[in-house]
């Protein structure tokens, strides 16, 4: 039987089949529940019981998607996204007790792609999962999916952005965000469209999480051309502005 007459579900249980999920959460009973879950899902998995250990496996096993603790002995969540950020754009999970709206923003502003408030569900955890990587993996076989503007490129097959023709290192989601807002540019998206379409229905956030991910695009793209503009369309929410 080919791949293509398989049922939805069958093809994505053979897609992510390959996927390497790297669990980091110094609480064993929880790393060995979502190891057990995720492997009947059919990922692999890697753990990682503290923050050291986490940054020092992390480019030896290479995982697709990382699902990190904030709460961890030595180097903690937020410590160990800012470095695996400083050279990957592996899409991250972060997973919180505290259930603080801080915790939540701030994971989000050093480039996490999710959140998960503990205590949660196994079920959703794999969900979100699934749901992260097919939005980050959903490319790869697709024709070229590329923009340009004055001194901008962004290019959605191969996750890459090109600011004065040098590479930024840029998360999953920020590049589909500035993606789907270049690729209409002009076009003004409320907060909640932006969600629906870039995080699509699963996702559980809220507005707040696009205005975490528009402020880090700024911090990379603020200045560089004066023939285009991210702009915030006060009380609206955001448009991807060309000038003549």
Not at 157 to 176: F, H, S
Not at 185 to 206: A, I
Not at 221 to 236: F, I, P, Y
Request: hydrophobic residues 35%.
């Amino acid at each position: 039987m080919c791949r293509a007459s398989l049922p939805i579900e069958k093809k994505e249980m053979i897609y992510m089949a390959n996927e390497k999920i790297m669990i980091v959460d110094d609480d064993t009973n929880i790393c060995e529940l979502l190891r057990m879950y995720l492997e009947k899902e059919g990922f692999s998995t890697v753990i990682a019981n503290d923050g050291q250990q986490a940054v020092e496996i992390f480019p030896k096993e290479n995982p697709n998607l990382i699902l990190l603790d904030i709460m961890l002995p030595g180097l903690d969540g937020w410590q160990v996204c800012r470095k695996i950020r400083a050279t990957s754009s592996c899409p991250i999970i972060m997973t919180t007790a505290k259930g603080e709206t801080f915790d939540k923003v701030l994971g989000l502003e050093l480039g996490a792609d999710d959140y998960i408030v503990k205590p949660f569900d196994t079920k959703e955890v794999v969900a979100r999962i699934k749901a992260v990587l097919r939005r980050t993996s959903s490319h790869i076989n697709d024709p070229q999916k590329e923009v340009h503007y004055d001194k901008l490129s962004i290019n959605l097959t191969n996750y890459e952005l090109k600011v004065n023709g040098k590479i930024v290192n840029t998360p999953p989601k920020e590049l589909e965000l500035i993606y789907h807002l270049a690729s209409n540019p002009n076009r003004v998206f409320t907060r909640d469209q932006l969600l629906d379409e870039v995080w699509g229905f699963d996702y559980y956030g809220d507005s707040r999480t696009v205005d975490v991910h528009v402020k880090r695009l700024r911090e990379k793209l603020e200045n560089v051309s004066d023939k285009w503009e991210l702009k915030t369309v006060w009380s609206v929410g955001y448009k991807f502005e060309t000038k003549d």
